[in-house]
């Protein structure tokens, strides 16, 4: 047998990476030279910063190579040799990345799967889901050489994306740790903003005489008159001045208060704790913004809560870590919604009680029962998350049913999948683009060809359109693989439809292992 020709991979385009990483080397030599001669300029140490962080890159990309043989995989970077034997390879796998500031398109890299467990992606091919024919052929040249010089555990390509099981769960704890620093960042501040809005509300005037020393807990006034005003934009602050620089320079207000007071105007000044609190005029009256301790409790709730989505998301990681690396995990929005629901009752009751329990009767009845609520809702996302092993269920069949379903592939009875639904009852199973009623456009499945094999969980070379919750079953079309996608009921009953119609029966065996999770 003639063995597979070699295959080498680099960037494409990569005289322009050359290009763009001398631009780099120059930018940040002419930037060191500038500030050396004629000392550091803003402009200057901008684009020496830039050139740094930048060239390197485009010289990474430039210096990028691969090369697979009869004897494993060879990669060349800026910095690192590799190889890898064909033997020590489990798997060649895709893994998908977001791209974009909205994720419109993907970007792709070769992912190795080692025996020893170990992940590594290699630098080079890359692609987009933009164009990816390029890529494409040099994975399909990959895979070939290693199904002809090593054992590969799978017959399929496993497509790693962030909805399956090996997509990785750093990001998501650490945006969650994160989420909770900035929690406890808040609730820290919170007694801090009880005790001075309780100060201030209680504050009485000073009384006449009263040493200047001893006037920081009580409210002393003072005359003063407003020398100019600078208004600036709205992001920025504004400031009023006060003639002779008394009792101080400036004090910043916002863009509305500075526009309703005008130079020459006498105004009154409120002093606490030796800062202008108050400045009243004749027109405009304005007052130190104060950050209320019910606010800060809010917040630091709500960022529990936030903290919470990334949580669940590490929680489906784990409870899915039996799963095959490319199989979908269930979303994790059912926890959103757990976690909104929890928000409506928690973060009014932390603005009204912030640094105590609720006391009030109606308090601790709202308390309770929003406690109860959010526990029901909990044990509702967890259930509705819960890892479904695909099985068959024996159900009898009934009058004509319309089934959400989908065959996944291009077929004389599924043309350009433009099939949504199978209809079952009143005639042989059919392919139909609408959910009923009638037979109008069916296609009549061909079930004395088909052979059902396995049923699987979805995985990630299933597409982005197929729901997390449905299965797959893997059926043979007279000697052509095609795949059949169905929620687990539906799916089970469709494939007794089909035996029954003369298709022999799906075998036991499952593409997923046992349960993972409850």
Not at 109 to 136: C, I, N, Y
Not at 143 to 170: D, F, K, M, N, Y
Not at 478 to 498: H, K, M, N, Q
Request: with cysteine; hydrophobic share 45%.
């Amino acid at each position: 047998m003639t063995s597979p020709p070699e295959v080498i991979c680099r960037f494409q385009r990569r005289g322009v990476l050359w290009f763009l990483a001398g631009l780099g080397a120059a930018g940040t030599v002419s930037s060191t030279v500038h500030t050396a001669y004629r000392g550091p300029g803003v402009s200057w140490l901008a684009v020496g910063l830039l050139s740094a962080l930048l060239g390197p890159l485009f010289l990474h990309g430039a210096t990028a190579r691969l090369r697979a043989d009869a004897y494993g995989l060879h990669s060349w970077t800026l910095l690192r040799r590799r190889s890898v034997p064909w033997s020590d390879i489990a798997d060649l796998r895709l893994r998908l990345r977001r791209g974009g500031s909205n994720g419109s398109w993907q970007v792709l890299r070769v992912d190795l799967l080692l025996r020893d467990g170990r992940r590594r992606l290699l630098p080079v091919p890359q692609g987009s889901s933009l164009d990816r024919r390029d890529f494409d052929a040099k994975l399909a040249a990959l895979r070939v050489l290693h199904r002809h010089h090593g054992i590969p555990e799978s017959s399929h390509l496993p497509v790693i994306s962030h909805r399956t099981a090996g997509s990785g769960w750093v990001l998501s704890l650490t945006l969650c740790a994160l989420l909770l620093m900035g929690a406890g960042l808040a609730a820290w501040f919170v007694p801090k903003a009880a005790s001075e809005e309780r100060a201030w509300k209680s504050a009485a005037p000073c009384a006449a005489g009263t040493p200047a020393a001893e006037r920081g807990e009580c409210l002393a006034t003072l005359p003063a008159v407003i020398e100019r005003t600078e208004v600036n934009r709205t992001r920025e602050s504004s400031w009023l001045y006060f003639a002779g620089d008394r009792p101080q320079e400036r004090i910043a207000v916002s863009r509305e208060d500075a526009l309703e007071f005008r130079p020459g105007d006498a105004v009154e000044l409120t002093l606490w704790r030796g800062r202008v609190r108050e400045v009243a005029g004749e027109r405009r009256v304005w007052r130190e913004h104060r950050t209320p301790a019910g606010d800060l409790a809010a917040i630091s709730a709500a960022c529990v809560l936030a903290a919470g989505y990334p949580g669940a998301r590490v929680l489906l990681r784990l409870r899915g870590r039996r799963l095959p690396d490319d199989e979908i995990l269930p979303s994790a929005l059912p926890f959103a919604g757990a976690l909104a629901g929890t928000a409506l009752w928690l973060l009014p009751l932390c603005y009204l009680h912030p640094t105590a329990p609720p006391a009030s009767p109606a308090a601790v009845v709202w308390s309770a029962a929003g406690s109860l609520v959010s526990l029901a809702l909990l044990t509702w996302a967890w259930r509705a998350t819960r890892i479904r092993t695909p099985r068959t269920a024996e159900e009898s069949a009934g009058e004509e049913v319309f089934l959400a379903a989908r065959f996944l592939e291009h077929t004389d009875y599924n043309p350009h999948g433009f099939g949504t639904h199978i209809v079952l009852g009143g005639g042989p199973p059919a392919v139909t683009p609408h959910p009923g009623p009638g037979r109008f456009a069916a296609r009549r499945i061909p079930v004395e060809r088909l052979t059902a094999g396995d049923v699987r969980r979805v995985r990630g070379g299933d597409g982005d359109t197929v729901p997390r919750s449905w299965h797959i079953a893997e059926i043979d079309d007279a000697g052509r693989p095609v795949r059949l996608a169905a929620a687990p009921s539906d799916l089970a009953r469709i494939i007794r439809e089909l035996d029954s119609a003369g298709a022999p029966a799906p075998e036991r065996t499952c593409g997923a292992p046992g349960p993972a999770g409850g």
